[in-house]
T-cell receptor, first 111, second 114 residues
Framework: SQQGEEDPQALSIQEGENATMNCSYK?????LQWYRQNSGRGLVHLIL???NEREKHSGRLRVTLDTSKKSSSLLITASRAADTASYFC???????????WGTGTKLIIKP | NAGVTQTPKFRVLKTGQSMTLLCAQD?????MYWYRQDPGMGLRLIHY???????AKGEVPDGYNVSRLKKQNFLLGLESAAPSQTSVYFC?????????????FGAGTRLSVL
C-alpha cells in the first residue's frame, strides 16, 4: 500500500511560474525523497531531506518537511518547459532499505 | 556511465508465455529492486535483494520470481504471463553505505500481455 499521497494529481502552469506540489505520509520516517520521471523514462532522484531537517534547497528546488503534520512540499521556482514531468515523493521508513512511494504529481509547463 | 540497464525495452507476450527481464548495474550496489508501475498507482515493489544470493518479496510478488546470482545482475521472471501483468517494469539499485537508499533507476521495460 502506498505510504504517500500527493497533491495535486496534476498541475498545469505557465513557464516562469512557480510550481508547488505536496506529499503526505502515514508513519515515522528516516528521510523523504523526491524523484522526477520524464515521460517514458525511469525515475531520477532530485533531493533528500532527513527527518531532522525542515528545509532544503538545490538549485531551483526547495523542499520542506513538517514531521508533525507528516507532510512535505516541493517547490520548483521559475519553471521551464524541461520541468514537465511526473514528480514522486518516497519515504524511507527504515525497513530493509525499501522506499514507500507516493502516486505522483503530473506537472505540465506551458510555453 | 551505464548505471542501471534493463533489457528488453519492449515486449509483447501471449497469455501463458514466459519471459525473463534482465537488470544490470555497474555501481557495485548491494541493493536491487524490481517495481511495476501502472497508471495512477505509482510504483509497487515486486521483489528486492539486499545482496548476492538473497531475495525477498515486496508488495506484489505473486506471479513473479527473481534471482540474484551475481551482485551486478537481478533477473525478474514471469513463468506464465497473464494480462494483469501488463505494465511498465523498473529496476533500481542503491548502496548500503554511500547515500543510503537513494535509488537509481533503469529506463524501464514496457510489457504487454495479450
Amino acid at each position: 500500500s502506498q505510504q504517500g499521497e500527493e497533491d495535486p494529481q496534476a498541475l498545469s502552469i505557465q513557464e516562469g511560474e512557480n510550481a508547488t506540489m505536496n506529499c503526505s505520509y502515514k508513519t515515522s520516517i528516516n528521510n523523504l525523497q523526491w524523484y522526477r520521471q520524464n515521460s517514458g523514462r525511469g525515475l531520477v532522484h532530485l533531493i533528500l531531506i532527513r527527518s531532522n531537517e525542515r528545509e532544503k534547497h538545490s538549485g531551483r528546488l526547495r523542499v520542506t518537511l513538517d514531521t508533525s503534520k507528516k507532510s512535505s512540499s516541493l517547490l520548483i521556482t521559475a519553471s521551464r518547459a524541461a520541468d514537465t514531468a511526473s514528480y514522486f515523493c518516497a519515504t524511507d521508513v527504515g525497513s530493509n532499505y525499501q522506499l514507500i512511494w507516493g502516486t505522483g504529481t503530473k506537472l505540465i509547463i506551458k510555453p | 556511465n551505464a548505471g542501471v540497464t534493463q533489457t528488453p525495452k519492449f515486449r509483447v507476450l501471449k497469455t501463458g508465455q514466459s519471459m525473463t527481464l534482465l537488470c544490470a548495474q555497474d555501481m557495485n550496489h548491494e541493493y536491487m529492486y524490481w517495481y511495476r508501475q501502472d497508471p495512477g498507482m505509482g510504483l509497487r515493489l515486486i521483489h528486492y535483494s539486499v545482496g548476492e544470493g538473497t531475495t525477498a518479496k515486496g508488495e506484489v510478488p505473486d506471479g513473479y520470481n527473481v534471482s540474484r546470482l551475481k551482485k551486478q545482475n537481478f533477473l525478474l521472471g514471469l513463468e506464465s504471463a497473464a494480462p494483469s501483468q501488463t505494465s511498465v517494469y523498473f529496476c533500481a539499485s542503491s548502496s548500503s553505505t554511500i547515500a543510503k537508499n537513494i535509488q537509481y533507476f533503469g529506463a524501464g521495460t514496457r510489457l504487454s500481455v495479450l
